[in-house]
C-alpha cells in the first residue's frame, strides 16, 4: 500500500530552490575528501597478481599484463593491473575486492593530459604524483567483505571415537557445505600453476557451485585419475598460495575435490567419462608398481589405446598409498573404487610378481615395446646409532606395511617414534590405536631433528596425534638407543640446534651439554625412505645414467638412458601423491611420443 509519505517526499526537493547555489571558482586546486575515489595505487610487493579487480570490473576498465620487473614464483601471476580511465567509473569495486589489500584509490582526481594514452597506466609501475599519498579510498572496514574469509569447517570425528579406532576421521562435505566452500573461490587460478598435476581447480570448484559434480568429475580425470585417494590424502600444495589465504583461511580445495568424486558413485563412471570405446592399437606397454604414478601412467596410456599390464609386488594395488597410509586417513575402499575404474578401461594387473625375481627386465623388454617403472619407496632408512640393531627398534615402512596386511605386530607398552614428517606421524598414530586396543592408554612419543615450526609433517597431522594422546617432543638428536639386559630401556638424545649448514645442506649440530634420555621398550625409526633397485641388473644396468647421488637421470618425459626404459614416482622426485600422478600423466605422454617414433632418445 502507497503511503501518503511516499507521495510528498519527492516534493521535498523544492526546498533547495530557495538556497544560494555553490559555485567552485578553481576547481583544479580544490582539496578532496579523505576517502574520495581518485585515481589508482597499487602496492607491487603485495599484489600477487590473481586478477580478481579484472574479473569484478564490469566496464572492462582494468587488464592484466605482464611487467618486466615482476618475478612469476608460486602464488604470484607476475601480472599487474593495468587501468583504463576511459572506462573506469570509479566505483572502487576492484579495491573492495582485491585480496591482499595491495589496490587502493587516493583521493587524488586532477590529472590533465593532452594524450589519451596517458590514462592508461599500470599503478605502482608507472609513477605518479600521487603514488605516496595515504588519504583514499580503501577496503571501508574488516567486516566489509565480499567472500567469506574463514572456511568451512570440516566435521572430524572427536578423539575419544577414533582413537582405538581405523576408522575414517575426515567425514565429509554435506552438499551446503561444499557449495557454501566453493562460493568462496575467486577463480584466479594460482592454485593451478603450483599444483603439481596442474588440474583445473577453479573450474571443478565452479561445477560445486553449479550443482554439476559430473562435469567436475570428468575435469578432475583430464588431469588427476585418482580423485579419491586424492582427495583423502594430496598434500594440497596448492591451498598455500591460495589469494584467500592472504587475509583469511585458504579455500578447501581437497576437501572440494573429495567431495565431487565422493557424490559420483562408481558404477556410473564409464558413463560419465565417456570411456566405453577405446579404440586398443598393436603397441604393449609394462608397468612396474601400481602405486599413483604406476596407476596414473596406465589410466592415460589406456585412453591413448595402449594394451597395458601391471606387474605389482604385492596382493593388491595402491603402492604406498596402501601399505604406508594407515584407512583411517584413506580407506582401502576408497583405494579400490579408482583402482576398479582403471582396471574397468582394460588395464590388467598381475599381482605378487616381483620384477628382478619372478620375472626379469629383460624378459619384459622383450614382450613389450616399452616399460615403465614407479617403483616407490618402501625401504626404510635408519640412523644407525648405537643400539638401532635391536630386534625391537623398527621401521616405520615395515610396520605400516604390516598393519595394512592386518598382520599381528609388536606392541609395547612404551614406544618411541623418531621422525618428524607425515609417515612419522602416520606410524605415530597408528601404534597409539593399537596401544589403546592392548592396554586401554596410549604411551607414545615422538621426536625429531626438526623444530616444531619447520617439522615437514602436516600441521593438522600433528594436531591430531597430540589429540589422540601421543606426545610431540621435537627439536632433539638420537645419539643411542639404550639397552640394558638385552631390552630396550630408551632412546639418548641431545638437543638438535641446527638441521641444515649455511649452503642448505642436511649438516645437523647438537649441543652436547643439553641432553637426556626418553623412556621406552620399543623404537620406530621414520626418519625417511629408500628405493629398492634391485632389479636393475647387468647390462641394462650399466646403460642407465645415476647422478653423483646415485640417483636416476631422465629426461623431460622420465625416459631414461635406455630409450625404452622410463621412470617416475617417488624414486624420482621423492614421496608426494599429487607428483607421482603428474609423473605418470607424463610419463605416458612421453611413452606415446616414443612410440610413435618421435622421441627416441633422452
Not at 583514499?136 to 582405538?164: I, S, T
Not at 618428524?420 to 590405536?433: F, K, P, Q, W
Not at 632433539?476 to 640394558?484: L, T, Y
Request: aromatic share 8%.
Amino acid at each position: 500500500m502507497i503511503k501518503l509519505k511516499d507521495i510528498l517526499s519527492p516534493f521535498t526537493a523544492w526546498n533547495n530552490v530557495f538556497k544560494a547555489p555553490v559555485t567552485i571558482k578553481d576547481p583544479l586546486n580544490r582539496e578532496a575528501a579523505p576517502r574520495y575515489r581518485g585515481f589508482h595505487f597499487n602496492d607491487i610487493e603485495k599484489c600477487i597478481g590473481c586478477g580478481a579487480c579484472s574479473m569484478i570490473c564490469e566496464n572492462e576498465a582494468i587488464d592484466m599484463v605482464e611487467v618486466a620487473t615482476v618475478e612469476t614464483t608460486d602464488g604470484d601471476s607476475g601480472l599487474r593491473p593495468r587501468v583504463d580511465y576511459g572506462r573506469c567509473c570509479w566505483c572502487a569495486l576492484c579495491v573492495d575486492v582485491c585480496s591482499t589489500e595491495s589496490l587502493t584509490m587516493t583521493n587524488e582526481f586532477k590529472w590533465v593530459s593532452e594524450d589519451p594514452e596517458d590514462f592508461r597506466y599500470i599503478p605502482g609501475i608507472d609513477k605518479k604524483p600521487w603514488d605516496n599519498k595515504t588519504e583514499g579510498w580503501k577496503k571501508p572496514a574488516p567486516n566489509y567483505e565480499f567472500n567469506e574469509l574463514e572456511r568451512v569447517n570440516m566435521e572430524l570425528l572427536e578423539p575419544e571415537d577414533r582413537n582405538d579406532s581405523f576408522v575414517e576421521i575426515v567425514q565429509g562435505f554435506s552438499k551446503k557445505q561444499a557449495e557454501k566452500e566453493a562460493d568462496r573461490c575467486i577463480d584466479c587460478g594460482l592454485c593451478v600453476a603450483t599444483c603439481p598435476a596442474h588440474m583445473g581447480i577453479p573450474e571443478y570448484i565452479k561445477t560445486v557451485r553449479n550443482d554439476n559434480l559430473e562435469e567436475g568429475l570428468r575435469i578432475m580425470y583430464e588431469t588427476n585419475p585418482l580423485p579419491e585417494i586424492c582427495g583423502r590424502i594430496c598434500t594440497h600444495k596448492c591451498e598455500t598460495v591460495c589469494a584467500m589465504g592472504h587475509r583469511g583461511e585458504p579455500i578447501s580445495i581437497r576437501w572440494l575435490k573429495r567431495y565431487i568424486a565422493d557424490q559420483n558413485p562408481a558404477e556410473e563412471f564409464q558413463r560419465i567419462l565417456h570411456s566405453d570405446d577405446i579404440d586398443t592399437n598393436d603397441k604393449k606397454v609394462a608397468i612396474i608398481g601400481s602405486g599413483a604414478s604406476g596407476l596414473s601412467a596406465a589410466y592415460y596410456l589406456r585412453t591413448l589405446g595402449y594394451q597395458v599390464k601391471i606387474f605389482e609386488e604385492f596382493e593388491a594395488a595402491g603402492g604406498m598409498m596402501r601399505y604406508g597410509i594407515p584407512s583411517y586417513r584413506l580407506p582401502y575402499d576408497q583405494i579400490d573404487k579408482d583402482v576398479n575404474y582403471i582396471l574397468a578401461l582394460g588395464v590388467e594387473i598381475q599381482y605378487n610378481t616381483k620384477v628382478g625375481k619372478d620375472v626379469t627386465l629383460e624378459e619384459l623388454h622383450e614382450e613389450y615395446d616399452a616399460v615403465f617403472a614407479g617403483t616407490g619407496l618402501h625401504a626404510g632408512r635408519s640412523t644407525k646409532v648405537p643400539g638401532s640393531e635391536h630386534t625391537h627398534n623398527y621401521m616405520a615402512a615395515e610396520l605400516l606395511r604390516k598393519i595394512t596386511k592386518g598382520e599381528e605386530i609388536h606392541v609395547a607398552n612404551r614406544i618411541i617414534v623418531i621422525g618428524g614428517g607425515n609417515v612419522a606421524m602416520d606410524i605415530t598414530r597408528s601404534l597409539a590405536r593399537l596401544q589403546k586396543q592392548k592396554y586401554g592408554e596410549v604411551n607414545i612419543l615422538t621426536t625429531s631433528l626438526e623444530s616444531e615450526d619447520i617439522m615437514p609433517a602436516d600441521r593438522e597431522e600433528v594436531v591430531e596425534a597430540r589429540e589422540e594422546g601421543a606426545t610431540i617432543d621435537p627439536g632433539w638428536g638420537p645419539q643411542e638407543i639404550v639397552i640394558e639386559n638385552d631390552e630396550i630401556k630408551g632412546l639418548r638424545v641431545q638437543r638438535c640446534i641446527r638441521v641444515f649448514d649455511e649452503n642448505g645442506r642436511f649438516n645437523p649440530k647438537f649441543d652436547e651439554k643439553d641432553e637426556k634420555t626418553f623412556e621406552g621398550d620399543m623404537v620406530v625409526e621414520a626418519i625417511g625412505q629408500g628405493a629398492d633397485l634391485s632389479y636393475l641388473k647387468g647390462e641394462i644396468k650399466d646403460q642407465l645414467t645415476f647422478n653423483k647421488r646415485g640417483r636416476l637421470e631422465v629426461g623431460e618425459y622420465f625416459q631414461s638412458s635406455v630409450p625404452w626404459l622410463f621412470f617416475g614416482g617417488d624414486i624420482i622426485q621423492g614421496p608426494d601423491v599429487i607428483h607421482g600422478i603428474a609423473n605418470g600423466h607424463k610419463v605416458a605422454r612421453g611413452i606415446d611420443k616414443f612410440l610413435r617414433g618421435e622421441n627416441k632418445e633422452k
